[in-house]
Each structure stands twice: as structure tokens, then as C-alpha cells.
């Protein structure tokens, strides 16, 4: 059981922050009002993807070889993620630093795009043969449903007034389809073979698991639905929940050689 | 078929004795706890007797290595003259991501180096006409090295009960399956 604490932080920081500027630049184009702190906004962003980044180099015995992750960007998803994560964060910094009224449309668009690529690697060098439970698209979906729930939550300490009703109704959507599927998808691995199972048992006997979902997916959805806007507290609990998430992925994924002389 | 280093793991000879594990540890002197070989017992749901069956097992060394893909720095490669996947220690980074990611738990953390490494298929030893130092040491030749271009032994399984299916990967092992003892009970004789 390994807490992957370099990996948590960089998978969730730079999620926050792909959920942040594509909602940001779909927010520039929807609805009427003006557009907010955008600047502060897309520094916040890059800010947090450049934290996650400089996390991810701790999760590496040789920090200083990062960059020959270069090499292998033919097969490995890896360098994928972290070449399309670098090249988020200089997209995401030069928007920031080009903003004039609103964010230029082209970079907003690029930004937005790459930031789901990202999600989409990230998903993809998660979900490898040897974990059963993650061996499929479960992964990506938990990664976008990050980034669905961190975006308009952290949006709305930059956004105005007159675009909080938009973000509320956009984050208790998320918060919906994330309470759905992180209820079904321990059930759905406890149904499956040995060590897929043994993963499903280890997430619903989890307290982690339990407090994740109360404190992190069903009550925030509770208050969204009662308040019908986003009070400047929850993106606090939010990331909470999320980081809480993504320490269960890490520490409960039972891998296929745990099992070896058994029954699969 | 261009040749394919395998193990050939005799479950039926094999008694569980860890020599093949430990004639790897003193070939390559890996750091406590890391174990390149390792010696499965088999559950009792596959093998109901109480005596024990095992399935000595290693790197696959696997036709499509998972290891060889998700490599960021392509610090493996698979060697065209027999197949045998090579792990460059010099150019790994430690990522874990080959640990992380083999089904079979063949890449395993080196907390020195912080560098991942596996079974090399001794392929020193090979190319100098020797056989690997786990095949060396059996006592009871339960493991051997095969030529799957050539291999054709009608009893042998690629997937027995114990050891997960992934036919993506196609492992480079084979297996001849555990024999239950056989009972001799006072009518026998």
C-alpha cells in the first residue's frame, strides 16, 4: 500500500487547473455579465500546474533525468502526460500574461483542448494491465470528474456576480455524476474476478472511502442544491475531498502480482 | 517464428526449494527484500492437497512487454537475437511506472539505486553459451530454458490456474501443470 503523495498532488493540482481554465474560456463565451478576475485567474492556474509539476519531480529517484521522458513519447503515456502537462502550463502562462479584457480566444481554446488531452494521458497511464479495477476508462472518468468538480469551484473566487448561478448549476451537475460514479464503481469491482474484487472490498471498507463520499461528493452536492450557489468555503472542502480521492486510488489499487499462485 | 527465450517451469518437479530464487540472488546480489525470482505456493483452490505445488517465476519476458511500453526513457529494450527483454539501469529514472504497471510484478524497486531492475534472462550468461544461474542451480530441473520458435511439448500451458491470462502481453513461459501425490491406500497393494 503506497501513498503515491507526489502523484496525488500532481494528478490533482493539475486537474484543478485544466478544470479551471476550460471553464474559464467557456465561461468568457456563455452567458451575459462581465468576466471577473480572469487574469488572477489563469495565473492561479498556471500557478497550481506548475505546483503539481514540481510534485511530480519527487515522485521520481532521479529528478534530474526528468526531462529525458522525452524519449519514449511513442508508446509510454507517461511522457505523453508530462510533455502535454509542460506544454499546458506555457500555453495556460502566456494566456495569462496576453489577457486584455478577456482571455485570447485561440489560447483559451488550445488551453482547454490540451488541458482534456492531458486528463486523457493521465487516464491512460493510470489504467495499466496489472490493476483489473482500473484496467478500462474508469480512470479518465475519475480524473475528468476532477476536473469538472475543481474547475467551477475554484472559478467562483474569480468569477463575477452575475456568472455564479452558471457555475453553481455546472458544479452540482459534477457533483451529481461524481457522487454516481464513485458509489457504482466499487460495487461494479465487486462483482468482477480475485484481485479486482479485493480492490472494491478495500474502497468500501475504507473509512477514507466513506469520508470522501459524505464529506467530499454528497454533502457539498446537499449544499449546492439547497443553496443554489457556491459559498467560499466549499472549493476549500472540495480539494480536500478530491486529494482524499485521489490517496484512496493510490493506497486501495490491489495489483494482479499481489495474487500470484491464486485465482484470478 | 524468430527465437523466444522461455522458462519452462516443470510444476511437477518442482518442490518449492527457492534454490532457482537464490542462485539469482548470489549471481546479481540484489538488496534485501528485492527479488527478482520468486517461488509461488499455489492456493489450495487450485491445488487441493496438503502437500504443495509452486510456480517458480521471473521476468516473461513477454512478446509485447508492458515494461517496454510505458518506459518513459526507454530504458528497455528487447533483444532481436532471442527475445530476452534487457532493462538499462543507467538510463532509468526511477518513476516505478514498469513496477507499476507489469502484471506480473516482474520490474521491482531497487530503495538504493532508486532505480527499478528485473531478471535479465542472465543474457550475459547466455550469449557465453551458459544457461541462467536460476535454470543452473535446479536441483530437479524443474526449470529450464526453451526456444519457443521450437518448443512443441503438447502438455505444456502457456496459462494455467495461478498465473493471470494477458494474452496482449504474450508471456514467454510455459508451463507442465502440478500432479496431485498419488493416494496409496491399503487396496492398492
Redesign the interface.
Known sequence: MSMELPLVVFTVSAQAAIGLVAISTVRQFAGHGPLGKIRQEWLFAAAVLAIGLLASLF?????L??P??L??LG?????AE?VGAGVLLAVVAVAAFTIKGGVNKALGIIAAVLGLLVVYFMGM?YS????PAYNNVLPFAFFLLTAAILGPALASYFASQEKQAMLARWLTGALLVGLVVHLLAPCIWLSGGTVMRETGMAFVASPLYWARIVLGLALPLAVMVRMKSIPVWLPVLLVAGELAGRLLFFMYSI?????????? | MTKQYAFFVDAKRCIGCFTCAMACKNQYHQEPGVHWRQVYPLNEEIYPHRERAFYSLACNHCENPTCANVCPVKAYYKREEDGVVVHEQDKCIGCGNCIRSCPYGAPRYNPVLKKAEKCSFCYQRLDAGLKPACVQSCPVEALQIVDLAEFDNPNAVQYPAGFPRFTKLNPSVRFILPEQPRMVTRSDV
Open positions: 515522485h521520481l529517484g532521479h529528478p533525468g526528468a529525458t521522458v524519449n519514449h508508446t509510454a503515456w507517461l511522457s508530462a497511464t495499466p494491465p496489472s490493476f495489483h494482479t502480482a499481489s495474487n500470484l499462485g491464486g485465482i484470478y
